[in-house]
T-cell receptor, first 112, second 116 residues
Framework: EAGVVQSPRYKIIEKKQPVAFWCNPI?????LYWYLQNLGQGPELLIR????????DSQLPKDRFSAERLKGVDSTLKIQPAELGDSAVYLC??????????FGPGTRLLVL | AQKVTQAQTEISVVEKEDVTLDCVYE???????LFWYKQPPSGELVFLIR??????QNEISGRYSWNFQKSTSSFNFTITASQVVDSAVYFC?????????????FGRGTQLTVWP
């Protein structure tokens, strides 16, 4: 069974530029999560989807971050415009049952 | 409020030593899950174990074992006869099913280095 797929794995951009991350969850998993992981920290939830619906986005900085999961499968997380402090690893996870989440390899973002 | 504390920031051991990673959690919920994840240098979080709050039985899987003690709110992880490939950051996490819509809370992680 294929795991969670994310792309790109690495991204370097200049501040004020837009950036987008893509995630393909494990087949059949209805719940999808985006996490932010800063250096030396544990992941923190940005947004959770149940199928197409964002059911928990209270931690998403909505002034510059947006996310979508139009068909209830793939998801895209966007930052516009990026700031220096957005440099981090962005992780995507999915779960069939709510409790056990399986993570992708993450996208390492560096904002210069 | 939910909180996970991993007091050990870094641990270094020599191969074949046993090592225990500590995890202490806080929650007001009676129903919750505890997890351990491994994050090797490649960056992917690898699921290791899930433990239900109602199941305090300890578990062993090969060289890995977990000790869940509700009385002390701890869920410690022991690696027996450590190997270089065990070098990674290990995260303990708490999932509650209560009012916070089922969010997974991570500790800050413990960096384990196993030297040959």
């Amino acid at each position: 069974e294929a795991g969670v797929v994310q792309s790109p794995r690495y991204k370097i951009i200049e501040k004020k530029q837009p950036v987008a991350f893509w995630c393909n969850p494990i087949s059949g998993h209805n719940t999808l999560y985006w996490y932010l992981q800063n250096l030396g920290q544990g992941p923190e939830l940005l947004i959770r989807y149940e199928n197409e619906e964002a059911v928990d986005d209270s931690q998403l900085p909505k002034d510059r971050f947006s996310a979508e999961r139009l068909k209830g499968v793939d998801s895209t997380l966007k930052i516009q415009p990026a700031e220096l402090g957005d440099s981090a690893v962005y992780l995507c996870a999915s779960s069939g049952r709510m409790e056990t989440q399986y993570f992708g390899p993450g996208t390492r973002l560096l904002v210069l | 409020a939910q909180k996970v504390t991993q007091a050990q920031t870094e641990i270094s051991v020599v191969e074949k030593e046993d090592v225990t990673l500590d995890c202490v959690y806080e929650t007001r919920d009676t129903t919750y899950y505890l997890f351990w994840y491994k994050q090797p240098p490649s960056g992917e979080l690898v699921f290791l174990i899930r433990r239900n709050s109602f199941d305090e039985q300890n578990e062993i899987s090969g060289r890995y074992s977990w000790n869940f003690q509700k009385s002390t709110s701890s869920f410690n992880f022991t690696i027996t006869a450590s190997q270089v490939v065990d070098s990674a950051v290990y995260f303990c996490a708490l999932f509650d099913r209560g009012s916070t819509l089922g969010r997974l809370y991570f500790g800050r992680g413990t960096q384990l280095t196993v030297w040959p």
